[in-house]
């Protein structure tokens, strides 16, 4: 449910000039870039109730729900992030078979979405259609990257691939608290690892 999460503001100058500059950059400077980026970044987040006029950007994001909801995810709410103006998250939940899923409207970004799974070990594993960000994995916490992809076609690879260990039960009603709090772990774990040179180094390259 982090796929989200990094919008590293400082490295989007990296996008704006000829890609060997924007290489010797990151190569340079990357940790401070790195640490400037996190820094930028909220320890925790709200979701909130959307604006009236926010909700129109949901539009865009009926495709994908509407799909997922035909596989048998339960609405969970639209909602805004308090600290991210713009950002909309539409979360909904696969009680039978233990899978959360949120599909994100970003102004810059567009739409993507994730099918997430956590386990009873507190690790969990996250198919997604954003691109890959560069980062490495926070450990324990996989990332699959599945750009372009469909519902049906990212919820039967979530269902074939998944590890077989037991699963935390998903509900409706969790699903906000889930997600507030998977992102501050998130956060918390790569504010103390930092950002590496090497990272922003491949986040360029993937820029």
Known sequence: MDSIFFWLGALVVLTLVSPLIKYVVAFVAGRAIGAEALAAQPDTIRLIEPRGDARSDGAAMRRPSDELARLGFRDAGLHAVAEMPGVLVHLMAHPDEGFYAAVYHHPQAGVWFDI??????????????????????????PMVHLHGQSPSAVFEKARSTRPRRPVVPAGSTQAVTIFEQAYAESMAYRKGKGITTAEVVKMAKAA
């Not at 997430?116 to 916490?141: E, M, Y």
């Open 116 to 141: 997430v799974s956590r386990f009873q070990d507190a690790t969990s594993i996250t198919w997604s259609t954003s691109k890959p960000t560069g980062l490495d994995p926070r450990p324990g916490h």
